[in-house]
């Protein structure tokens, strides 16, 4: 179905000063470490601002990493509503199959409430070694590694735990995760179109791997500040808004009380983090669904950073302070400024220049190995070549599964966006007469592939701004298709 838009309003309407978010707009550009791929604020169930910096687009799918874990907390809190699972209900219950292999007693005592709050009893990440002991079922291995103490008394934040509960529903459900969602959820949110991964049995991961829209995080964050309620039906139960917004387990248990602790050390609920202000689901690299009561506000956010804790630390210097009590009369100006602004909203294109003329010979049909051997950051890749024509000029990297070619346009200016082989932008070009650089953005992932090719040695370089999560080829760096085709096999979440 299509998504009705949100209702809008200029900012001052809403009490939301337009200069403050300007203000943060130029500080989240200036910073280096920040990467920013889109921002939607909504204040009094009003969108007053949104924007996406070219390359990325509102209808983009993008890769939500953990946020993808409070969709599994809604998924869980409707299976709890229709009496298909219970809180307090031993996890080994919903998976008998395994109840001669799983001996130990503080995994027998594991229950629904504690893997929804990363409370298992373990005392670090569980996923390599789970997988280790399991590679076929995830489940399995999980529940056969013995916690380090009594599930519930202990945070650890732990992939396995997520997906467990992510089972436990599409188990008694009998249908995905996100088969599940689309009549309690997505549709009457007025959320089109969502993928999420799936491992080799074919569950889809919960604890990472959804792909939507910025729109679907800032809907799914103001059904969570309305209590639950959405255009004035009741879809999820307040008591289940209120369970899982709230500390159930300590983050930082040695903190002194009132310490300015940092946001990560405000404890955990069922699947989503308490903040200095409100709570919040967040992704690695800077995907957030930002919820603050105090100030009636839902904040989404996508970007790729390798330190979200300073991209919050701007959210809360910049855009809290814009949040006002009343109405704002004469700011007329600051609304319009800012609005043309998030029209115009762009990523800088890398440098680059059109092919040398007087080296043209050299590098039609130029083939580049490793530089050193092996490329770090991706090691799939095996080669790159640069190419001539009369459409101009064409770099191709060469992947060893398969020997698959994925070919991106070179020297074009600007942002060069396509959706074959598979959802990109490239920019970038001759940075000298020996050298070549592209920036290779994978549009429905927070990922930036710089690759640099040397004529002098015949050797190039790919290395990423931020590390893929879920590894894989190039090819796999999209959402999920329908069409057929074999799993990606999952890493540890973020």
């Not at 930082?252 to 609920?269: C, E, K, M, S, V």
């Amino acid at each position: 179905m299509s998504a009705r838009p949100l209702p809008s309003s200029p900012p001052s309407a809403q009490g939301v000063d337009a200069c403050g978010v300007l203000a943060f707009l130029d500080a989240v550009e200036a910073a280096e470490i920040v990467e920013p791929h889109s921002l939607v604020i909504l204040r009094h169930g009003r969108l007053v601002a949104s924007g996406w910096w070219e390359p990325y687009t509102p209808d983009r799918l993008h890769l939500l990493y953990s946020l993808s874990k409070s969709f599994t907390s809604t998924a869980a809190g409707f299976a709890l509503a229709e009496g298909l699972i219970g809180l307090d209900d031993p996890v080994l219950s919903y998976f008998p199959e395994l109840d001669a292999d799983v001996t130990d007693p503080r995994s027998r005592a594991m229950l629904v409430r504690h893997v929804a709050a990363m409370a298992s009893g373990h005392e670090a990440e569980t996923y390599e070694r789970a997988h280790a002991l399991d590679p076929d079922d995830l489940v399995r291995g999980f529940l056969l590694l013995p916690p380090d103490r009594d599930p519930g008394t202990v945070f650890a934040y732990n992939q396995p735990a997520t997906y467990t509960l992510a089972a436990i529903v599409q188990r008694v459900t009998g249908e995905s995760l996100t088969a599940y969602l689309r009549p309690r959820l997505l549709d009457p949110l007025g959320i089109g179109e969502v993928a999420w991964l799936t491992d080799a049995s074919g569950r889809e991961l919960g604890f990472s791997g959804l792909h939507g829209t910025t729109d679907a995080i800032a809907r799914l964050g103001q059904l969570y500040l309305d209590e639950g309620v959405w255009d004035g039906e009741r879809l999820l139960s307040r008591e289940w808004v209120t369970e899982a917004t709230r500390e159930q387990v300590a983050t930082a248990p040695g903190a002194t009380a009132g310490a300015d602790r940092a946001d990560w050390d405000r404890g955990y609920g069922f699947q989503f983090w308490r903040s200095r202000h409100g709570y919040r689901g967040d992704g690695a690299y800077g995907q957030f669904c930002l919820v603050l009561p105090e100030h009636d506000a839902v904040i989404a956010a996508t970007g790729a950073t390798n330190d979200m804790q300073a991209l919050l630390t701007l959210v809360w210097e910049h855009l809290l302070p814009a949040f006002g009590p009343r109405p704002l009369t004469g700011h007329e100006d600051c609304d319009e400024a800012l609005a043309r602004r998030l029209a115009r909203l762009a990523l800088p294109p890398a440098p680059g220049k059109p092919a040398p003329p007087e080296r043209g010979g050299e590098w039609s049909g130029a083939a580049f190995t490793p530089r050193g051997g092996v490329c770090a950051d991706q090691p799939e890749l095996t080669g790159a070549a640069v190419t001539g024509g009369t459409d101009g000029w064409t770099l191709t990297l060469l992947e060893e599964a398969g020997g698959r070619r994925l070919e991106f346009p070179l020297g074009s200016g600007g942002w060069h966006v396509t959706d074959e082989p598979l959802p990109t932008a490239v920019s970038g070009g001759w940075t000298d007469a020996d050298t070549i650089t592209a920036h290779i953005a994978f549009l429905e992932t927070p990922h930036r592939l710089r690759v640099t090719c040397s004529l002098i040695d015949r050797t190039f370089t790919a290395r990423w701004d931020t590390q893929p999560l879920h590894g894989g080829a190039l090819r796999s760096l999209r959402a999920p298709r329908r069409s057929p085709g074999s799993p990606r096999s999952p890493r540890s979440g973020g």
